[in-house]
């Protein structure tokens, strides 16, 4: 080895504490870099396998009752591959040992073999082969605890059905596995069921028809021509349009989820590259200008400038080396924490988790570019040192009077406070940039801590506000107003009222969008449309009320007419007026007035849905009532839709914000102790120098703690402006037409945010302070600079 | 009757490096007196830095007794050293020592800040012929100029003692004679007790005693019957 090299070794050995607070840093970016790539291609992968080698659909389209017969001509269209009909329905479901019912999504299970698209991949057990069968898929069985051979009853378009559980299966169709009207998944009160086909259609008197049909695309097929042509097709028999995987229910949350983490894995690695890069630069800089008179004594030596320059290089390269391999460890753990939050949101039956080696090699390399990048300057520093020049102590930094020393002196400052401030003034950029590090800490923080705030308003608006029913009683097919009377009959029910849900296109211009228009009476108390500022509006009678999100899809405002084609009812078009728009957090919101909606259609008044306040002392009387009703397809009760929603937020945001605040502390001592060692290096004299002119340790350290620490308060408000301002960038990316997540920023947020940068910061200098502490005053001062 | 200053009594400092012992002092046993300019001299390592900064209150002594005045130095703790230095010493260094980061005054300032009955610093300053330089950073002053600000901070706090660690050691013979001049002046009007350390033998001709030091222990004492006024020093 070199005596060059020993020197390299050395200094690493000298530098380490700083050296590994900067490969933290690194770390955390290259831990990033490798979570977003390594589990976007795992989803990726997961989902591009599962979905080929289970034949999920590329198209799906709901019908009312459309015969067997017309399945051929389906098929002739150009660019359909396979077709995939079946019955399904909803199903109320009585499960043992439990009052309160749950809801079950009943799938067709065709005679003889699995079906041509969507196969399920069984788990357990067979597949239902007899009529009283029933294949169920593994999350409903695995939350309600039930083994293969055990029973339930099913309320089966108004008959009382007993079933036997044959198997457990999953499916592509239900990764993400939602019921009608759930925020969140909630396995234990909707499943989904397999039962045979011919005790389905007998149930649904569908026999020789269909009403769900699933179709797969050959690889030169124009999707939109097969939308169109298969429209066309099944228009006669009820079909309530086709639709694509964008909006199939479980591949948009997949895709939403995996369009996040590129998202992530794009924006988040440069930042933390930039503050590694800043502080290497610091650090070396510093070593550079400490080494002045070795990098002289070498060049007297005849070491060139090239070799000097790449020893100083090869310094940082070291800290890179740290900072990638903590990094790739902390990035794999991660990646696997991130696996098991997934396993318990999406029901995959694998998880492809390989995070391919070029993306090691990816962060690896630019962790080292940046490094190598931020050591540049120091490393040209050196090179360009005159061995004459060098050998000779520096010249002081020079000071120069400012307008500002004008003003110090007219608030007659203490000297220790002016000599942090002069600090500060004379090397701005180096307090600019440290302050900005400070500041990405802070604002880390609120860029995941702003998501409480921000789900409490949506709870607040869509339960306390909004849906302020107790349950939502579903009935398979539209009833007559009279209904409701029965309904207010049963045990319980202390208040009902009516609601329709109509599924329409709109359409304006070249834009058309299918959404589901909801209607209500006037002065509707429990379901409400509630603006943020908390008002109730009714949707005005002779139009649609628009969010505003929707309206601003389909290039509409107040006053414009929308041409709305019904898929149910009389499916006739009718162009009618934008009379309203409204803000809304959930949902692509379209609303009517019912009486307006019931006229239009010429008919008597008609529910979709009975929105109920109950007793709570007497729900379980209204269960058992319940289970006799016969057009009943489902109960939703709010209560534990809010439960479930708030169970996933919070385990959900904890662990975001808990590798936020991780994050963020990492940062601040990166930077925080880097500054206060520079600091310490630079001043030891003048602290040393203090200390004999009589002053305490404890003032001397306040030179030190000061400039940190004030730069560390400076730093606040910029991180405040950059954490709101990610703040507001995340609020507006997950946004989606399935929700939107307010910004809302409280005092709170900012105010734990500097806390916990503040505590970290001070953490970091006093842990240099106890270098003060131990300093040899005779050995500073003996020491040439 | 003549007052001593400082007083010790077999004072001894080992440096002990686990293998290798260096004896800096060797029982030393020495009286320094108020009102006097005394010049310690000799070669380097012959201990004379190391009884400056025992006398000085920045280092301990391994064995042996050292007084300032009544107070027994030896075995103070770091808070009462920090007060003793803050109230008693002025500290002179070969490399100056200043606050770059603060302009002249600011420097002397640092210790009237904190000193109990200071002069101005601007006073101080115009002690060493610095008037004119009031605002200037260490930066925009020659080396014989910022040693003047370094002497104007050590008697800025009206200290009873000045101790000069080879205050020209850094400076040419025009600008030293200069700072020499200075301490002389100080000497002359506060009445400081000043302690120089050098190893040119040139100054000793300015102090009223002279004690050689060698290999840690004094190697003799001289008085000076006729003192030589700096400017007519050279080296």
Known sequence: MQALDKKLLRDFQRLWVQGVAIAAVLACGVAILLTGIGMFTALSDTRAAYYERNRFADLFVDVRRAPDTILPAILSIDGVAAVAPRVQGLAVLDLPGRVEMATGQILGWPEGDEPALNAPLLRSGTYPARAGDVMVNAAFAEANGYEIGDGFAANINGQRRELTITGTALTPEFVYTIGPGALMPDNANFGILWMTEAALAAAFDMEGAFNHLALSLALDAVEQDVTEAVDLLLDPYGGLGAYGRDRQVSDAFLSAEIDQLAAMARVTPPVFFAIAAFLVSMVMSRIVTLDRAEIGLLKALGYSDVEISIHYLLLAAMIAVVGVGMGWALGTLLARTMAWQYARFFDFPYLLFRVPPWVYAVSGLAALVTTMAGALRAALMAARLAPAVAMQPPAPPLFRRTILDVAMAALRLRQTTIMILRSLIRWPLRALFTALGLGAATASIISAGFMWDSLDRVIDQTFDQSMRQDAMILFTEDVPLSTLATIARLPGILQVEPQQMHAVILRHGLHEKRVALEARPRDADLSRVITPDGRAVDAPPGGLMLSHRLARQMDLGPGDTVSVEFLSGRRETHDLVVTALVELHLGLGAYADMDFLDRLERRDARVSVANVLLDPIRTDDLHLALRDIPALSGLILISDNRRSFEATIDANISVVNGIYAAIAICITIGVAYNAARIQLSERARELASLRILGFSRGEVSGVLVGETMLLAILAQPPGWLMGAGIARALSNSFSSDLYAIPLVLTPSTFATASLIVLAASFVSVMLVRRRVDRMDLVAVMKTRE | ?235
């Open chain 2, 1 to 235: 009757m003549v007052q001593f200053v400082f007083r010790t009594e077999g004072l001894t400092k080992v440096y002990d490096s686990g293998e290798v012992q260096v004896r800096a002092l060797d029982g030393v046993d020495l009286e320094l007196y108020a009102g006097e300019l005394a010049v310690l001299l000799g070669a380097s390592g012959s201990g004379k830095s190391t009884l400056l900064n025992i006398l000085g209150g920045l280092d301990h002594a391994t064995s042996g007794r050292v007084w300032f005045r009544d107070l027994d130095l030896t075995d103070l703790g770091d808070r009462a050293l920090t007060r003793y230095r803050r109230d008693h010493v002025g500290f002179v260094f070969q490399f100056y020592n200043l606050v770059p980061s603060l302009s002249a005054r600011e420097n002397v300032q640092l210790v009237t800040d904190v000193a109990a009955d200071p002069m101005d610093a601007a006073e101080a300053l115009e002690m060493v012929g610095l008037a004119h330089r009031l605002d200037h950073f260490p930066a925009e002053m020659s080396g014989g100029e910022q040693q003047r600000v370094a002497i104007a901070r050590a008697i800025a706090k009206r200290p009873e003692v000045l101790l000069c660690d080879e205050p020209t050691g850094a400076l040419d013979s025009k600008t030293g004679v200069a700072v020499l001049e200075v301490l002389n002046t100080i000497n002359d009007t506060l009445g400081t007790s000043t302690i120089v350390i050098t190893h040119n033998a040139g100054i000793q001709a300015m102090a009223h005693r002279v004690i050689r030091f060698a290999d840690g222990r004094i190697g003799g004492v001289s008085e000076n019957a006729r003192r030589v006024a700096p400017h007519e020093i050279s080296w």
